[in-house]
């Protein structure tokens, strides 16, 4: 959808900006909100930039710079911690090779630490973009990245055609 | 309503299949259906439906009695009426600061500005707590029902949900309760043949603690950066876009139906003098079962973890935070305190979001009042800087404190930054961070101490003020 379009889909008013930032950022395929959107937006909206950024950065679900196919969202809340949630960090450090905040090379997977996501009844959590995961533990995170690796088998062998080309 | 529901509502058995994405919650529902005994003998109010009925099933609802407290109301009932029993009932928002339901309404509904607004609370942010999700899940007729009773009550026509955004079963479910009731009229125009008409709107939030607190929502659902407002003016006067404004809990809500069904006079049998009716909590931590459990006010800790829980998973029994990272930190020594409203204020804590964190021996205190500043610097909105900034130089402190490179000074420190939270910060989010870290010095000095002694030259430490990070992303 255009910027206009997702616009009328949810009213042009100033309350409705939450909704349209999410409806923007959910179609963009690496997860953000990119410039271009943000300057189309204030003028469909009528609001100036600096003001949807200043809205927008204060909300953790939004980003503005991109991240992977799947977002990692880990739970660092005190009952998470207790019942692991640093070993849930670690593993993934391991087996992706990422750090918070960053994003793999093949544009697949970026990892979050947030708070608490409500699902603490099977703590350790995490959600991979809609889908919470529960109950963790190392083998279970390397059950989970692996099948989602085996499904973007494709995507991960064109990147690694691709990078050898360069040398 | 399918053949196979209704016998398994007419056996009495649990409607497992669509509670939820099933294979990451049945600790959960399993839970409340676990002790047939002790939940026979309480009753539950907000949970009755949860695991009976099929939540997708507006039918399921109104076979279960769903829907006769709106018609009751709106038929038989005028608006002061309701806001009577309510009162009556002693029913307090179950949203963390307990304030009385009834007297809330009545504040609405004596403005004489309209469009007036109904809001339901459903930002659930608070570590620990995922209550009103699976209310929401499980029962999201029950919530619409006492929506449209209190806007009844108080003389709106316009309801609003705010749902936080990582709950998309949530929102999902009651996108559809919202259309089956319209559909059937029970929300709408002229809703049961009367002149009352009432639609329901949802929010989707973005991921931000402090929305939960009543005047962030309010600018968050404008479309504005969630800071807290000063109030006075409350949002029953001056609310969503400056229209008076109601808002409560989902569990608040979710009490609404039963009492204008039955009467206050029954609610008042469940809980305690001070603070009638049931309580939700959401349990875990190092016990056995974690989950969901409704039970009357009053019950002890002791009575939560060894009868609901199951007992400890491993070790002994340490210390319980009550009412999530912003709620306060009890000892082995409190373990027989009920578990009320009044009688937490005794004692100086408060029940907060109902999540009750079971610790035992292994967690040092450290370690755990450091996770909780943790999560209070990255949710701080930033308004005021001795939040912003006070919950940094907190988080440093027990840092330090954790890594054996502090002296007494810190621990001073932390007390009189905590003090001083407690009564500056702008909201409550700032002023609840002294709530963990003070109980924790009261109950758990000797072992926070301890820290310091352990490290034999900590006399030689000095500490320049520590570079302040600002990151305001
Ligand atoms: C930082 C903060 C977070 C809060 N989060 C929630 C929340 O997630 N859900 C909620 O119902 N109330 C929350 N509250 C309490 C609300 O401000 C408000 O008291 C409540 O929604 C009123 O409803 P009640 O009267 O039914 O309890 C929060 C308060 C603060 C200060
Ligand atoms: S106390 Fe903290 S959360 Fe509340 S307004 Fe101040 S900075 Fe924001
Ligand atoms: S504390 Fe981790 S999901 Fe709630």
Redesign the interface.
């Known amino acids: 959808m255009t910027i206009k379009e997702i616009v009328d889909k949810y009213g042009s008013k100033r309350e409705n900006l939450l909704q349209i930032l999410h409806g923007i950022q959910n179609q963009n395929p690496r997860n953000y909100i990119n410039k271009e959107s943000i300057s189309a937006l204030s003028k469909e909206m009528n609001i100036p930039v600096s003001q949807i950024k200043g809205t927008a950065s204060f909300y953790s679900m939004f980003s503005f710079i991109p991240r992977g196919k799947y977002v990692i969202r880990v739970c660092e809340s005190p009952p998470c911690h207790l019942l692991g949630a640093e070993s849930i960090f670690k593993a993934i450090e391991y087996k992706l090779g990422i750090m918070i905040g960053e994003t793999t090379k093949d544009g697949l997977f970026t990892l979050e630490g947030t708070s608490c996501l409500g699902i603490c009844g099977v703590a350790p959590a995490m959600m991979i973009n809609e889908d919470v995961h529960g109950n963790l533990n190392e083998e279970k995170i390397f059950q989970i990245l692996d099948q989602i690796q085996e499904q973007e088998k494709e995507r991960i062998q064109l990147c690694r055609e691709e990078a050898l080309t360069r040398f | 309503m399918s053949r196979r529901s209704i016998d398994q509502i007419l056996e009495g058995k649990p409607y497992k299949k669509l509670l939820s994405?099933e294979k990451?919650?049945q600790?959960?529902i399993d839970l409340v259906n676990t002790d047939p005994k002790k939940t026979q003998y309480y009753g539950r109010i907000v949970l009755d439906n949860c695991g009976r009925i099929n939540p997708e099933e507006i039918e399921e609802y109104i076979g279960t009695g769903g829907y006769q407290a709106l018609g009751m109301a709106l038929k038989e009932k005028k608006p002061e009426d309701i806001i009577k029993i309510v009162k009556d009932s002693g029913l307090k928002g179950r949203g963390g600061a307990g304030f009385p339901t009834g007297l809330k309404w009545s504040f609405a509904a004596q403005e004489k500005e309209s469009p007036k607004y109904v809001i339901c609370n459903a930002d659930?942010?608070?570590?620990?707590?995922?209550k009103d999700?699976l209310i929401m899940e499980g029962d999201p007729h029950k919530i619409l029902e006492g929506m449209a009773i209190c806007a009844y009550a108080i003389g709106a026509n316009i309801g609003y949900i705010y749902i936080?955004?990582?709950?998309?079963l949530s929102i999902q479910r009651l996108e559809k309760a919202i259309k089956e009731a319209e559909k059937l009229g029970l929300l709408g125009k002229n809703i049961f043949d009367t002149d009352f008409d009432f639609e329901v709107k949802i929010?989707?939030?973005?991921?931000?603690?402090v929305c939960g607190e009543e005047t962030a929502l309010l600018n968050?659902?404008?479309?504005?950066?969630?800071?807290p407002r000063l109030k006075p003016p409350f949002p029953a006067k001056s609310g969503f876009?400056s229209k008076p404004t109601n808002l409560n809990n989902v569990e608040t809500l979710a009490n609404i139906p039963p009492i204008i069904l039955n009467g206050a006079e029954w609610f008042r049998k469940f809980g305690t003098e001070d603070s009638p009716g049931t309580k939700v909590y959401?349990i875990?931590?190092?016990i056995n079962r974690?989950?969901?459990i409704e039970v009357p006010m009053g019950i002890t800790l002791r009575e939560i973890i060894y009868d609901y829980a199951g007992g400890m998973s491993s070790g002994e029994f340490k210390m319980a935070?009550i009412g999530g990272?912003a709620g306060g930190i009890l000892p082995i020594e409190l373990l027989d305190v009920p578990l009320d409203y009044l009688s937490l204020q005794i004692e100086g804590h408060n029940l907060g979001s109902g999540?009750i964190?079971i610790?035992n021996e292994t967690?040092p205190v450290v370690d755990?009042l450091e996770?909780?500043m943790?999560?209070f610097v990255?949710?701080s909105?930033g308004r005021c800087s001795i939040c912003r900034i006070g919950t940094k130089q907190m988080y440093e402190s027990f840092k330090y404190l954790r890594e054996k490179e502090a002296n007494y000074d810190e621990l001073k420190k932390i007390e009189e930054l905590a003090e001083a939270l407690k009564l500056v910060a702008f909201c409550p989010l700032g002023q609840s961070v002294a709530s963990p870290v003070l109980s924790a010095l009261k109950y758990f000095r000797a072992e926070l101490s301890k820290e310091i002694d352990s490290n034999e030259d900590y006399e030689t430490i000095t500490r320049e003020m520590s570079d302040i990070v600002f990151d305001?992303?």
């Open positions: 994405s990451l919650q600790s959960e659930e942010g608070e570590p620990g707590t995922f999700r936080r955004g990582e709950y998309q929010k989707i939030g973005a991921g931000s603690y968050s659902m404008e479309g504005f950066r969630g800071e876009l959401s875990l931590g190092h974690p989950g969901l935070q990272t999540a964190l610790m967690v755990f996770c909780c943790k999560f990255h949710e909105c305001y992303s």
